[in-house]
């Protein structure tokens, strides 16, 4: 009740949830609905495909689409399960910095610098302690993963390019 007597309505704004990962140095949000979970490297194994329940789930090569440097594997290490509709895929990322639930005004669109295709990679940046964190596009991180009979992986159809360089489409310079 309000100091006028009146009953107070709390606002509840909608709030999203993050995975916050790190990869090349560089921290990166997940939306975390399309997480479906996370491994170390030990329970990963070697394969290119991993396979929880008989559910394949391709590598993607986030790092490479990125053009970041690869991390070696370490105690940190995590492989993260994403799916959207019916496409699946595996990321090997350095850290997994947490779980991060965030009200839908505290996302921040994309500076201006981001006019090219990177609008496509990314839905905006959140902060994140005192950085930020680029929010990945669920859609292009899973973009060109097809699971065929053995499971296997293919690029992506757009690799992401600095500002000012020319786009490479299907993987030909």
């Not at 997480?35 to 990963?44: I, K, N, P, R, S």
């Not at 991993?50 to 394949?56: C, M, T």
């Not at 070696?72 to 959207?84: C, I, M, N, Q, Y």
């Not at 302690?129 to 065929?148: C, D, Q, T």
Request: glycine share 12%; aromatic share 4%.
């Amino acid at each position: 009740m309000s100091l006028r007597g009146r009953h107070a309505r709390a606002s509840v704004a909608p709030t999203v949830r993050f995975l916050i990962i790190s990869l090349g140095g560089v921290s990166f949000a997940l939306h975390a609905d399309r997480v479906q979970g996370l491994l170390t490297v030990d329970e990963a194994g070697l394969e290119s495909v991993i396979r929880v329940q008989g559910v394949p789930y391709p590598k993607i090569d986030l790092a490479s689409r990125l053009r970041l440097a690869p991390g070696s594997d370490g105690p940190e290490t995590r492989f993260v399960l994403l799916a959207k509709g019916g496409q699946r895929g595996h990321l090997r990322v350095d850290v997994v910095i947490g779980l991060r639930e965030v009200e839908a005004s505290e996302v921040r669109p994309l500076s201006r610098q981001f006019q090219g295709d990177e609008q496509r990679w990314y839905q905006g940046l959140i902060l994140v302690e005192e950085s930020v964190a680029l929010i990945l596009n669920p859609a292009w991180v899973l973009e060109g993963v097809e699971s065929g009979p053995a499971g296997g992986s293919v690029g992506p159809r757009l690799e992401p390019r600095l500002i000012g360089q020319p786009a490479v489409a299907g993987g030909m310079a």
